[in-house]
T-cell receptor
């Protein structure tokens, strides 16, 4: 298996632009997680899905962030409009349960 | 609210030295604790998972211990090698929050 696939790996954009991050989980995993990692706050859970349904989105910082999982093999995290403080590494992880998670390589986002 | 703290934030040791990384958590009602490794520009890889009923787990040169009552875990690395250089994160599952809560990690550098 190729593991969790994220795209793009790097994204540089200007403040106010829309950013869409993509994730393909490992086949057969019914949990999908989106995390954000910064030096100041470490790794934070933004939202997670079970069987394509959002279970907990309490970590989503504000309405500018949204996530979808239209099917078992694809999820997106969208930021609109983006702000410089959104600059971070965004990780997607998948698993068969909440406690065993396999992480993707991350998307490094820089908002100028 | 569960909080996970890792000390030290960074550690530099000469090759061959044995070392200990520390992790503490505030809510002892956890189901398990995991240690992850993160290489620069990459995602997280799970190293060891200790269930709440267990005291320790071993994998090769790595040994992780768990003292749930005191809210502490240690990761012991024997005979360190330059290839061990990475950031090590501790995460707990369970307690008041039903997802993984991460510490900010310890950045380890092993000098040849």
């Amino acid at each position: 298996d190729a593991g969790v696939i994220q795209s793009p790996r790097h994204e540089v954009t200007e403040m106010g632009q829309e950013v869409t991050l993509r994730c393909k989980p490992i086949s057969g995993h019914d949990y999908l997680f989106w995390y954000r990692q910064t030096m100041m706050r470490g790794l934070e859970l933004l939202i997670y899905f079970n069987n394509n349904v959002p279970i907990d989105d309490s970590g989503m910082p504000e309405d500018r962030f949204s996530a979808k999982m239209p099917n078992a093999s694809f999820s997106t995290l969208k930021i609109q409009p983006s702000e410089p403080r959104d600059s971070a590494v965004y990780f997607c992880a998948s698993g068969r349960g909440e406690e065993t998670q396999y992480f993707g390589p991350g998307t490094r986002l820089l908002v100028l | 609210k569960q909080e996970v703290t890792q000390i030290p934030a960074a550690l530099s040791v000469p090759e061959g030295e044995n070392l200990v990384l520390n992790c503490s958590f505030t809510d002892s009602a956890i189901y398990n604790l995991q240690w992850f490794r993160q290489d620069p520009g990459k995602g997280l890889t799970s190293l060891l998972l200790i269930q709440s009923s267990q005291r320790e787990q071993t994998s090769g040169r790595l040994n992780a211990s768990l003292d749930k009552s005191s809210g502490r875990s240690t990761l012991y690395i024997a005979a360190s090698q330059p290839g061990d250089s990475a950031t090590y994160l501790c995460a707990v599952y369970g307690g008041s929050q039903g997802n993984l809560i991460f510490g900010k990690g310890t950045k380890l550098s092993v000098k040849p």
